[in-house]
């Protein structure tokens, strides 16, 4: 696992390029758009790729795979890998969403509805055409991620490095 104080090895840029992946892999149903275009996310984009079946099935081979390279026990990944996975389903549903499909089909293949929390944490991002998706916009709903994000960083950031230093001491 990745120290503080320790340069990473091989292993651990491996782990944090596979939780980088696992984190946006749900939006590879917006792949579909180099073939049909922004039609695309009407028809595919938030249902099959933003549920909780792709969400287990995916944090289960991501682990598996991690379990028998890296050679530790599948539990090791598991609960962290499909958390990663599930938090874009879920953040995705907390944002404002104003292009149909609304929501993510959060219970596919179980149920077809789709799933919108009532109180929006985040503006939504604009996705129908190019213009959109490059759009002064979307560059604020980056912005309100960050002003939303960036404290949560600094909290666990704060945490850890106490922590760390009280082991540190403990230790001395
Ligand atoms: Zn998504």
């Known amino acids: 696992m990745i120290k503080k104080g320790e340069p990473l090895d091989r292993g651990d840029l491996g782990l944090l390029a596979t939780a980088l992946v696992l984190a946006h892999l749900p939006d590879v149903d917006l792949v579909p758009i180099t073939v049909y275009g922004f039609s695309a996310v009407k028809m595919f984009h938030q249902a099959y790729t933003h549920n909780m079946a792709f969400c287990l099935i995916s944090s289960l081979i991501a682990s598996l795979l991690a379990s028998v390279i890296r050679k530790k026990p599948f539990m090791h990944y598991f609960p962290f890998f499909s958390l990663l996975v599930f ?24 149920s077809s509805s789709y799933f919108l929390f009532p109180v929006h ?41 106490k922590r760390w230093l009280e082991r540190m001491q403990e230790e001395t």
């Open 87 to 110: 938090s874009h389903i879920l953040l995705d549903a907390m944002g404002h969403d104003t292009n149909p499909p609304i929501g993510v089909q959060l219970l596919w293949p179980l």
């Open 121 to 161: 944490l985040f503006i939504g991002v604009a996705k129908s055409t190019a213009r959109e998706l490059f759009s002064l916009w979307n560059l604020m709903a980056v912005l309100v991620e960050l002003i939303v994000f960036l404290p949560i960083v600094g909290v666990i950031r704060v945490l850890n490095q």
